[in-house]
Each structure stands twice: as C-alpha cells, then as structure tokens.
C-alpha cells in the first residue's frame, strides 16, 4: 500500500508533515513509523478488517497516524470529540460498536462511563514495520448532533483490490483543492470534526506540510501563516468574525504574501461577512459546500463568487438536485430540498429510519438542506429544513434574514429561530451581537435597515442583544441554544 504517506516518508523522510503549534514536529518518516506501530497495536489487541476503534486524542499528531493505521488495517475509526461529557462520549464509543479507545490521559474522566478497553497513545512497544495484512480502512464520522444525537456515518469499506489508490478519507481532496507536496497548510479547527482531520490527512497524503493549532486564537493564526509562509488555509465564519475584530495593528501588521488559499465552509457565510474578509484578503476565498455524510460537494473561489454573490458554486462532486415535498425535480429558480446522487449512498449506523429521511424515493440523498439552483448551475442555500420557521403559514428562512441584519451597521453576528407563538404558531426572534462602539439604540437601527432591506412579513418580530452566539467548536451555530434564551 505504497500511495501517499508511505511514498513521501520514502522519498523525503526527514520532511515536515505535521507542525503542532508550541509543540512537537513529526517528519514523514516519523509519522509513518508511528502510524506501523497503531497499525500493530490494532493487530496485537484483536482488530480485524470491519472492526470498529474510537479515539479521544484532541489537535495533537497522534489521530492523524491512527487514522492512517485504520487505512492500513480494514479498521473503522472514530474521533471522538473532546468537550463531551462522560454519557455523551459514552453514547458514541457505543454506538460505533468500538472495541478499544485509544485516549490521550488528559481526557481519563470524559472516558469514565466507557465500556471498552482504552488503551494509551504510546505504542513504542509495538514494531514499526507494516503489517502483513493490510488493506484499506475507512472513518467513521459523526454527524455534528445539533438537531439531534449524532449519529454515525457509514460507508462500505474500499474493497482490497483500492489499496493501489490514494486513501478515499484524502483522494478527492487532493484532486479538487490542489493539494500538492508544495501545500504548507494552517489547520485552524479541531481535528474530530471531518472536514479538519480529512484535509490534514490530505495534505499529508500528498507531500505538504499541516501547521495544526491546539486552539484557535485569530491574533496568533495570522502569525503563523507569515511564520511559516502557509499557503492554503481552513477557516469557519466564526473565525472570520474574530480575525475582523482584531486591533487594527495586528491586521495591518499581517503580510500574507504567501497566502494564496483561504478555504471556508461548514457553515453559512453572510456576503457581508464576506465582502468585509475579501475587502482585506483579496478574492483568495474558497467556499465549499458538503458534510460529514459526504453525500456531494460544490465550490465557488473569490471571483466566482463575485459574479455569483450569495452562491456556494456548482456542483464538483456528485449531480444537484432540488426537490419539492413530493421528490418531484423543481425546475432552475425554484426552492426545494438539495439533494445529490452520483455519489455511493452513505447510512447512519442503526438507524434506518434516520437515512430514509435523508434519502429520496429515487436514491438521492441528502444534507439536510434548502436551496434552489439557477440555470447556469450555480447553488444558493436558503437554509437547513430543521431550521425553517412556519409563521402564520409562511416559510421564512433564518439565514435570509440573518444575512439582511448582518448587512447593518454596527452588526458583528445574528442568529434567528423560531419560538412558539400562540396565534402564528412560531414567530422569528433574532439574537443580534454588536460590534465594537455599537449606539444603545441598536435593535431600533437594525428595524430601521430591515425596512429596507427586508419584506415586512419576513421581520423578526423581537430583536434581543446578546454578547455571544453559542456555537459548536466548528463554528455551526447552536440554534437549540439560542430557543433557550431569554427574550423579550
């Protein structure tokens, strides 16, 4: 199983692969040998091809060479994300049908409900050479849990006859981005969400060099990609906001003459978010639109988004479609349920009623998502079908009307659900942060930008000013959380 890691440990052993930021640096041939010696452990301990691992490790090198020891041993592995609490982290080692944990100490007591062996990150014990066995694995993903529990993502594993093949967890990412032995790569999230670990994984798949932070910090990101002349970058809206927000210094200060590649996605971006970024970057934006499920992929870089403004591009991965309440195909302008096929379908583990919902009756499947395709091809989101609020038997989408109260002055972020309502059923209330030196009169400022901006029937019918939004740790806002919120 020669292609990616392996080759390049080879060809350049001495390489940097991964740069932990304040810490360790791991070459090629470091990381290969660590990934054998995972590869070994999962052997020694009863691990066989369909079997399934966890891992509690955070933004250290140590899940990328268990991944890659997954990839040589026909082993599902898990990430486990490291803010859980005891019963949640319990709930996925379970329900991934894990049969060990391998857990970095610092998280012994998130691990205190767990039924399975954990077994420790130093694996010196075990040999570095390759297993005589190997054959392709495959992650096993969690969906992010904020409409509901998360829920395991599965795909049949590569067949035997792949191990020739760049690993899937990295194939379309080196081919669609680019991704090249010349990528030196700023990894700004944590490595348990998929879109994070996958291009870390890529990157290490095809030669280049992933600066991971522990944390993210906007001040010290900005540093680090003129400190080591990054070229490509990964970032959420979130990050965005907070880059913005920092002393004008610290952003004049900052050169970015290498920076050629700033990649954005799993949540929404507001264009004037995005104008804000682009106005200081320049058009090197990259937006993508996928997830965890995998089930297609669409991408618009800065100039196509300047042409195409609001839009997250055309599809790259897999056939678009929109489809009304029936799974009857809507035409270009109208909105509907995003749906992709061309892709091999995914299910979510024990829960066949689950993937149904996310599957039409003609073999689509789905994010979740609502949107409607123009005629050239190019995608707009309106908004996740969970999210939609019915007032008075209305659709409204929160981010339309996010996007609208982010374009006002003195907005730094907005989120919007829908709360119980005697007579309309459900009424939008938006949570609106504001920007530095915001007037006190804020909330009657954004009702007097939404006069213009926005339909009557689409205003939120309270505005409370909050100091924070609650967001995931990837930057997905938690709507779930903002309901629980006071209001007016």
């Known amino acids: 199983m020669r292609p990616g890691l392996r080759d390049w440990a080879d060809r350049d052993p001495a390489r940097a692969a991964l740069v932990l930021d304040g810490g360790a640096v791991w070459t090629y041939a470091e990381l ?68 060990l944990v391998f857990a970095a100490p610092d998280f012994s007591a998130q691990l205190a409900e767990v039924g399975v062996p954990v077994l420790p990150l130093d694996v010196r014990d075990h040999p570095a050479d390759p297993v005589t066995d190997e054959s392709p694995g495959a ?61 870390v994984l890529a990157v290490t798949a095809a030669g280049g060099t992933a600066v991971v932070m522990p944390k993210f910090d ?33 952003r004049a200060a900052f050169s970015g003459k290498t920076h050629v590649q700033a990649l954005h996605g799993a949540a929404p971006c507001t264009p004037a978010l995005k104008r804000a970024m682009m106005a200081w970057w320049g058009p090197i934006l990259t937006e993508y639109y996928s997830g965890s499920e995998g089930v297609g992929l669409t991408m618009i870089d800065g100039p196509g988004w300047l042409a ?12 678009l479609h929109i489809l009304g309440p029936d799974d009857a195909e809507l035409p270009p302008g109208e909105t509907g349920r995003i749906f992709f096929s061309g892709i091999p379908p995914f299910a979510y583990l024990g829960d066949p009623e689950k993937t149904a919902g996310k599957t039409s009756r003609q073999g689509y499947q789905t994010f979740g998502d609502i949107g409607h395709v123009e005629s050239d091809g190019y995608l707009y989101l309106s908004d996740r079908a969970d999210d939609m609020i019915i007032s008075g038997g209305v659709n409204l989408y929160p981010q339309e009307i996010e996007a609208a109260i982010e374009s006002a002055p003195h907005v730094a972020a907005c989120g919007v659900v829908g709360m119980p309502d005697p007579e309309f059923e459900e009424r939008p209330v938006a949570f609106v942060v504001p920007a530095a030196g915001a007037p006190d009169d804020l909330a009657d400022l954004v009702r007097s930008h939404l006069d213009r901006t926005l339909g009557r029937v689409k205003h939120p019918r309270e505005i409370v000013i909050v100091e924070s939004l609650p967001v995931t740790e990837t930057g997905k806002l938690l709507r779930r959380a903002l309901r629980a919120l006071p209001t007016g």
């Open 139 to 199: 992650l096993m993903m969690y969906s992010s849990g904020t409409t509901g529990a998360p829920k395991g993502i599965l795909r049949p594993l590569p067949s035997p006859d792949q191990a020739h093949l760049l690993p899937g967890f990295a194939r379309d990412l080196v081919q669609l981005f680019g991704l090249s032995d010349r990528t030196r790569y700023l990894s700004t999230q944590p490595l348990y969400h998929a879109a994070a670990l996958r291009f």
């Open 218 to 250: 906007a001040a010290r990101a900005l540093e680090l990609i003129d400190a080591h002349g990054l070229t490509t970058s990964q970032w959420v809206p979130t990050m965005f906001r907070r880059l913005l927000a920092l002393p004008e210094d610290l």
């Open 32 to 99: 290969e040998a660590r990934s054998n010696r995972f590869a070994q452990a999962f052997r020694a301990n009863g691990l066989a091809r369909g079997d399934h691992v966890a891992a509690l490790v955070g933004n250290a090198p140590e899940i990328v060479a268990l991944c890659w020891a997954a990839h040589r041993t026909g082993v599902y592995l898990t990430p486990v994300p490291t803010r859980l609490s005891p019963r949640e982290t319990a709930y996925i080692v379970a329900n991934s049908t894990a049969r």
């Open 308 to 319: 195409h403004p609001g839009s997250v591009g055309p599809a790259i991965k897999g056939r």
